[in-house]
């Protein structure tokens, strides 16, 4: 399993970024793919994930109040690609971005759960900085 992410940057509050993370060496869609973010000196923690059948949006219980109404997360399996769309970006949004993926089995959405600890496969990262 492999996971690229890119679109980070910096932006100035209010802004926008668009995240994208392309899998490969596996079978995308029988996967969920899920965002996470991890700022400096704290612990990581989910952002979003989307499921793989159905394309249902979950969001992580520490920032869903923080980021349902501003971001939005896709995905295109022709393209073996989940997006997230940033908008009105805060300072405190600034974090390394990661992508991660995890199998969907019968019964078991590893999205329905936004945490950081059951997914095991992980991309690099990508750096998004917000200046007020």
């Known amino acids: 399993v492999q996971l690229v992410e890119s679109g980070g940057g910096l932006v100035q509050a209010g802004g926008s970024l668009r995240l994208s993370c392309v899998g490969s060496g596996f079978t995308f869609d029988d996967y969920g793919i899920g965002w996470f973010r991890q700022a400096p000196g704290k612990e990581r923690e989910g952002v979003s994930c989307?499921?793989?059948?159905?394309?249902?949006?979950?969001?992580?219980?520490s920032l869903r109040d923080s980021v349902k109404e501003r971001f939005t997360i896709s995905r295109d399996d022709a393209k073996n690609t989940v997006y997230l769309q940033m908008n009105s970006l805060q300072p405190e949004d600034t974090a390394v971005y990661y992508c991660a993926a995890k199998p969907k089995f019968i019964g078991y959405d590893p999205c329905q759960e936004v945490d950081p600890r059951r997914f095991g496969a992980w991309g690099q990262g990508t750096q998004v900085t917000v200046s007020s």
């Open positions: 989307i499921s793989s059948s159905d394309g249902i949006a979950y969001y992580g219980d």
